[in-house]
C-alpha cells in the first residue's frame, strides 16, 4: 500500500518477466519429459508460445474461429 504507481507498474513488470522465464524453464523440462514417447520431440519455444500468446495474436485466433464459425453454420 505503500507503494508509488510507478513503483507498482515496475513490480507488476518485474513480476511477469520472471513468470516468463519460469515458464520457458518448465517448457524445456516438458519438452524432454515428452521426448521419449514420441517420434518428432517439440522444441521448447514451440511449448512456451503456446503458453504466451500476444493480444494481437489472440484477437487474430478469435477473427479466424469466428469466420469458420460463420461457414461451419452458413451465417452471412
Known amino acids: 500500500m505503500e507503494m508509488q504507481p510507478h513503483e507498482f507498474y515496475k513490480y507488476l513488470d518485474c513480476r511477469t518477466r520472471a513468470i516468463k522465464e519460469e515458464d520457458m524453464r518448465r517448457s524445456y523440462f516438458a519438452s524432454w519429459l515428452i ?6 520431440p517439440p522444441a ?3 511449448i512456451y508460445d503456446g503458453l504466451w500468446v500476444s493480444e ?3 484477437r487474430q485466433q478469435r477473427k479466424q ?3 469458420i464459425l460463420k461457414k461451419e453454420f452458413d451465417i452471412k
Open 35 to 40: 521426448a521419449p514417447h514420441v517420434k518428432e
Open 44 to 46: 521448447p519455444q514451440v
Open 56 to 58: 494481437a495474436e489472440k
Open 65 to 67: 474461429d469466428f469466420e
